[in-house]
C-alpha cells in the first residue's frame, strides 16, 4: 500500500516505522525540522518537512495515488482537515487521531458523513479503557478483549511463589477453556509449547471466555485481591478520563496533579474522588497519603520520567499494583527493572488500531506488545486455506497459536482435531516473524 502520514511525533514515527518494517510505502508529513530529521534517518520512508494540512503539500507527498492517510499530530484541527483534504482527493481510507471527543461521535451520523473519517483514534480514551479493564481483573497487569467482547487475554507477571512457576505448560493446570498462550520473557516473546519450563517474571497470556478469565488468572496469579482504591497521579485527559471510569465501577479514586486551575477543574467531574493539588510526587507526600495501603498507583501525566520514577516510588512504599504511562518507547526496558507491573503506551495503542487497515485478510483486531508480538482476531472467509481442514494439517508458522475460537456465540479452545469454518473468529498469538504467514493464511 501507499501511505501518507500526517506527523511524525512518537505516534505518527512508530505508525511509519511498523508500515514501511511491513513493505508499504511512507511518505510523512511533518512540520518540525528536528522531527523530520529523525525520520530521514531512522525510517526506510520519505520525510517532507511542511504542513501536513496544506493541499498543496499533501499533493507532493502523493496524495492522489495513496490508499491510506493516518492523520496523527498533536492538532485535532489539522487532523481533520488533512483527512477531508485526502477524502476531496479520492483516497478511500483515512484514520485520524483526535484528542478531544466533541469533535467526532461515532454514533452522530452527521459527524460520520460530514467529516468523512472512516476511523478515529482517541489514544487518551484508549489507555483509560486499559488500565481500567486491568484493574478489573485482579492478578492481571493487562486485559484484551477480542470477539465481541466474549474472549479475554489476560496478561500476568508470575512471581516466585507463583504454583506454576517451575511447571512445564502441558502441566500447568487451568478451568476448562482457557489456554497459555504466549508468553515474555526478558522481553522477548516466545509461543509455548508443552515443554516450555514457566519461570518467575515471565509474562503469561492467558486466554479464556471473559466470564470466566477471573478464574483462569487465579491459577497462576498469587495476589488476587479486588481492587477498591487507586491513587492517581496525573489529572490530564488520560488521568480524569481514567477517574471517572473507575468511579462508575465503585473504585474509590484520589487524583494529584500539579497544575492548580486543573486540578479545581478534574475535582468538578469527580463524584466521591479527593484531588490533591501537589508540584510532585515526593516519598513523603506518598507516605503521607497511606500509598502502602494502595490497591493501585497510576502515573499518568505526560512526563515518562516522572511516571517512572513515581510509580517506582509507589512500588518501594508499598503499592500493590502500579503503571506508568508512556510515551517513548526507549523508556520501555526500564519499565521492569523499575518494578513496574503496568506501561501503557498511547503510540502502541494508536498503530494497533491503525493496522486493521493495512493487514491482509479480515483482520478484526489487533494488539500490539512491547515485545513485538501480536494478537490478532482474524475472520475465516470462504476459499482461505484455513477453512474446512484439522488445525493440524493447515501448517501453521511456528511462531503462532490459534488460541481461542469465537463460533455462533460460543468460545471454542482449538485442538489439533478442530475445523475452522468460515465465519468463524480466530485469535491468534503471533510472533512477528511469522505475521505475513498468518495472514496469507486467513487470505481468501
Request: hydrophobic share 45%; charged share 25%; aromatic share 4%.
Amino acid at each position: 500500500m501507499q501511505i501518507v502520514i500526517v506527523g511524525a511525533g512518537e505516534v505518527g514515527f512508530n505508525t511509519a516505522l511498523m508500515l514501511s518494517g511491513e513493505g508499504h510505502k511512507v511518505v510523512l508529513i511533518e512540520q518540525n525540522e528536528a522531527l523530520v530529521e529523525r525520520a530521514a534517518e531512522r525510517l526506510d520512508a520519505l520525510a517532507i518537512q511542511g504542513n501536513g494540512a496544506s493541499p498543496r503539500m499533501l499533493s507532493e507527498a502523493g496524495i492522489e495515488r495513496s490508499d491510506l492517510l493516518v492523520a496523527a499530530t498533536n492538532s485535532d484541527e489539522v487532523n481533520i482537515i488533512a483527512c477531508l483534504s485526502a477524502k476531496a482527493r479520492g483516497v478511500p481510507r483515512t484514520v485520524a487521531r483526535l484528542h478531544n471527543p466533541d469533535y467526532y461521535d461515532s454514533s452522530e451520523p452527521f459527524a460520520r458523513e460530514m467529516l468523512g473519517i472512516d476511523f478515529v483514534i482517541h489514544t487518551e480514551q484508549m489507555a483509560a479503557e486499559e488500565i481500567k479493564e486491568a484493574l478489573l481483573v485482579p492478578g492481571a497487569v493487562n486485559v484484551e478483549t477480542f470477539a465481541d467482547e466474549k474472549i479475554e487475554v489476560a496478561e500476568v507477571i508470575l512471581d516466585a511463589n507463583s504454583p506454576v512457576v517451575g511447571l512445564p505448560v502441558r502441566d500447568v493446570k487451568l478451568p476448562e477453556q482457557s489456554l497459555v498462550i504466549g508468553i515474555v520473557r526478558g522481553g522477548e516473546a516466545l509461543v509455548p509449547k508443552g515443554d516450555t519450563v514457566l519461570r518467575a517474571r515471565d509474562h503469561v497470556f492467558l486466554i479464556g471466555e471473559r466470564r470466566h478469565v477471573g478464574r483462569v488468572v487465579g491459577a497462576v496469579a498469587t495476589d488476587t485481591a479486588p481492587v477498591r482504591e487507586v491513587m492517581i497521579f496525573g489529572g490530564g485527559r488520560i488521568g480524569l478520563q481514567l477517574a471517572q471510569a473507575l468511579e462508575e465501577v465503585g473504585i474509590y479514586v484520589k487524583v494529584i496533579e500539579r497544575d492548580e486551575a486543573r486540578a479545581r477543574h478534574v475535582a468538578s467531574r469527580l463524584r466521591k474522588g479527593i484531588v490533591l493539588h501537589e508540584d510532585g510526587v515526593s516519598q513523603d507526600l506518598l507516605l503521607q497519603e497511606r500509598v502502602d495501603r494502595t490497591d493501585a498507583f497510576v502515573a499518568v501525566t505526560g512526563d515518562d520520567r516522572a511516571n517512572l520514577l513515581a510509580a517506582m516510588y509507589a512500588r518501594q512504599l508499598g503499592a500493590r499494583l502500579t503503571v506508568s504511562g508512556m510515551s517513548r518507547g526507549e523508556f520501555a526496558p526500564l519499565s521492569d527493572a523499575l518494578g513496574v507491573d503496568i506501561t501503557i503506551s498511547p503510540r502502541i495503542l494508536a498503530a494497533s488500531a491503525i493496522l486493521r487497515f493495512v493487514r491482509r485478510g479480515d483482520v478484526v483486531a489487533v494488539t500490539l506488545l512491547e515485545s513485538g508480538a501480536e494478537m490478532i482476531e482474524l475472520r475465516v472467509p470462504n476459499g482461505c486455506r484455513v477453512a474446512g481442514r484439522p488445525l493440524s494439517q493447515v501448517r501453521f508458522p511456528e511462531g503462532a497459536l490459534v488460541g481461542a475460537i469465537l463460533r455462533d456465540s460460543e468460545v471454542i479452545i482449538p485442538s489439533g482435531r478442530e475445523v475452522m469454518r468460515p465465519g468463524d473468529d480466530a485469535v491468534v498469538f503471533s510472533l512477528r516473524a511469522a505475521v505475513d504467514k498468518v495472514e496469507r493464511l486467513f487470505a481468501s
